[in-house]
Nanobody
Framework: QVQLVESGGGLVQAGGSLRLSCAAS????????MGWFRQAPGKERDVVAV????????YYADSVKGRFTISRDNAQSTMYLQMNSLKPEDTAVYYC???????????????????WGQGTQVTVNS
């Protein structure tokens, strides 16, 4: 069992930055591929970024490539999402998730993930 807690969301002006954190507890954090997803009102949940167990490999959705950076600190059992040049269309609830098993890379669909955080709201004003 893994517990995930997101933090760092908030209200920011377009062009601004936020850094989300996802703190994990429970089983060994480094055993999990980790991902960030987001869901805007009335829309489906979409993958934002994924990071491998070691942190060497990453994946980004086209919509955030070049603006967002995913990273992890396995010693601190924490994953991060640095979000720069934020746009109003980035407004959503952001979720972190952990995938314990699988050979698919990158795991971009939600069903690959075993554990989810409660989400943190990010609102970008124009």
């Amino acid at each position: 069992q893994v517990q995930l807690v997101e933090s760092g969301g908030g209200l920011v002006q377009a062009g601004g930055s936020l850094r989300l954190s996802c703190a994990a507890s429970g089983r060994t954090f480094s055993s999990y591929v980790m991902g960030w997803f987001r869901q805007a009102p009335g829309k489906e949940r979409d993958v934002v970024a994924v990071i491998s167990k070691s942190g060497i490999s990453t994946y980004y959705a086209d919509s955030v490539k070049g603006r967002f950076t995913i990273s992890r600190d396995n010693a601190q059992s924490t994953m991060y999402l640095q979000m720069n040049s934020l746009k109003p269309e980035d407004t959503a609830v952001y979720y972190c998730a952990a995938a314990g098993y699988g050979r698919t890379w990158p795991p971009t669909e939600g069903y690959f993930y075993d554990y989810w955080g409660q989400g943190t709201q990010v609102t970008v004003n124009s």
